[in-house]
Structure formats: C-alpha cells, structure tokens
C-alpha cells in the first residue's frame, strides 16, 4: 500500500509548469500536456538550465534529468554535469472493448476486454479509472495475478480541472486501479487480451482511465531534492501516463443528487462537449449532435425520456456512451 498512497500523492500534486505537447491525441483525448521545459527548447540555454533540471524529449518519449554534481556532492569546484534519461510511463497501447450489463437485482457489470497494441514499447502493467467515491457496493475482479485497489481521492481536491483529462468533481474522487507486481510481467505488445470487472449499483457515465507501463526509474540515492520535486511533477498520470476516455460506474441510484436526471443530463453534455473540443474526430459527430439536443431537453424538463435517436453511433466510444445514456437516462422499468 504505501507504493498506492505515494501514487496519489503524485496525482494531486500542484503543478507549478504547464506546456502544450502536440501531437496524436487518443480518442477523446486532448494533446498532452508536459508538465516540465522541452528539451528540444531548453538543451541549448544555459539560463533555462540554471532553474529547471528536467525535461521532456518528444522524440524519445524520454524525461531528461540534469543538473550539476556540486547539487549533489556539495563541492563548489565540482563542474561536472550529471545526465539521466528515464522512460516514459505512457510506452503503451491499451486497445479496449467496453461492456455493460445490469443483474435482475439491479447490479451493473462494467467489463473492460483489454490489449496492449502491437505499437505498444513495453507492457501494459496498471490500469487505473476514476469512479464514484460514494459508492459503497464497488467490487473488483480481475485475474489473480493481478492487484487491485481501491482509494479516495481527498475531497478538497479539484482533480485534473484544467488538465487534458475530463472535468471530474472532486466528489466523484475514488480511484480503481489493477496492476501487476514488480516480478511478474504485464500485457506485452500484441498480447492476448485479459478482462477486468467492476461491479457496481452505480448507474454508468463518462469518465477517465489511465494506463501505464509502471516502470521503476533508477535514481541515484544522493539526487538532490530540488531535482526529486521537479522531478514530481513529470510523474503526474495527466502527462505520464496514457489517459482515454472510458465508462464507468459514476450516478447513484437513488441517493441526490446524482440520482436527479438532471445532474445526470447535464454530466453527460460537459463531458462530451469537453471531449468535442479536445479532438476533431468529434467535433463534426452527428450522433452527438443528436445526442446533446436530448440532454439539453432532459435537463430543461428535468424528466428522463427514450432516448431514440435517427444519426447512429459511428465508433465504438460514441456506441459505449449511447449505451450508457440509455441505461442512466430511459425511464426506469
């Protein structure tokens, strides 16, 4: 466990360095961000090299740590400079299949099929979502060989507001991750694909994952503690780590105010239009554009109502969210 608290501890930290990374974005995803300089922008500048002591290199998907011995040693007279590279968390390539389906006694199975690509650069060894931090009846199952955990996010936290990632209020905060101990090898690259399972009575809504190669960086012992803070803001999962957009259990059935169509309505349409806005697949989506004139009427009305809909899904995120507007909105059986 302590490995999990220091985890979350790297996820809420303050972030001081924001930079826009460009480039491929996975589905509903914006660009990541590097929370550290550019390499690229800062290797011939002494004066950058003078405050900041890590850096991001795009091309090698690589954090460049640097700084000078005397940092370390303490010997003014000690002109060397010290230079690590340490691999990026976000080497893979999660491909998933996302499946729902709700019990007689009302009990939601949320099944996420996942495989790392063959793009992948090294196993897939955590994956991690953010779910209701409410929600008692939460259960975990996967292989054995995985670990799973369970943690709540503190609740005076603004989780991500201004990241790459989805808006989540800090009262959805509770963090579902698996993954594999430091012995054992995860999903390589082109790898059968493994399930794993949430059970849950929460109604299902748009949310985060993450996922990660969960490798241990070699540091040296006597790294100096102005480089190990920078260096915390490089571990943060919003730019480490591979975020997509997946569903996940989110609205109480019957405790407010998540369980008020209304507040569902309107979750779904800030999702969505922040997933709009952070990648032109859909931006031009008919099926959304549908799809969010009928959560603008659900939540003008403030009733649920059949979500019938002429524009049909055209990829596999826009069938998993029509899926879970239908199960969190339609009239209740």
Request: glycine share 4%.
């Amino acid at each position: 466990m302590p490995r999990f608290h220091s985890f979350l501890q790297l996820l809420f930290a303050a972030i001081s360095f924001t930079a826009e990374l460009c480039g491929q974005a996975q589905p509903g995803i914006s660009p990541l961000f590097s929370r550290v300089p550019f390499w690229e922008n800062s290797a011939t500048s002494s004066k950058v090299m003078e405050s900041y002591f890590v850096f991001y290199d795009v091309p090698a998907q690589q954090y460049v740590v640097t700084y000078p011995a005397k940092l370390a040693s303490g010997n003014p007279h000690d002109f060397r400079r010290v230079e690590l590279r340490l691999d990026k968390h976000s080497t893979v390539e999660p491909e998933i299949v996302t499946s729902i389906t709700k019990s007689t006694e009302g009990l939601y199975s949320y099944q996420y099929e996942i495989r790392n690509g063959s793009k992948a650069k090294t196993d897939l060894r955590r994956f991690a979502l953010i779910a209701a931090s409410h929600d008692e009846s939460i259960e975990l199952k996967g292989k054995v060989r995985w670990l799973s955990e369970l943690a709540h996010i503190p609740k005076n936290t603004a989780a991500r507001d201004n990241g790459p990632a989805l808006k989540i209020q800090a009262q959805v905060g509770r963090l579902v991750s698996w993954r594999i101990p430091n012995h054992e090898r995860g999903l390589k690259p082109a790898s059968e694909s493994e399930l794993f399972t949430i059970n849950s009575s929460f109604l299902p809504g748009i949310t985060i994952a993450y996922f990660s190669n969960d490798l241990n960086w070699d540091l040296p012992q006597d790294l100096p503690e102005i480089v190990r803070k920078q260096l915390e803001l490089a571990k943060d999962p919003d730019s480490n780590w591979k975020p997509q957009i997946i569903i996940g259990p989110k609205f109480s059935p019957t405790e407010a105010p998540t369980n008020d169509p209304i507040w569902i309505a309107n979750d779904f349409r800030a999702s969505i239009e922040r997933m709009r806005s952070n990648n032109p697949t859909f931006q031009n989506s008919k099926f959304l554009d549908e799809l969010n004139q009928i959560l603008e009427n659900i939540a003008f009305i403030g009733q649920r109502v059949s979500l019938e809909l002429r524009n049909r899904p055209t990829n596999r995120l826009e069938s998993d969210i029509l899926q879970a507007a239908i199960a969190s909105l339609e009239p209740r059986k």
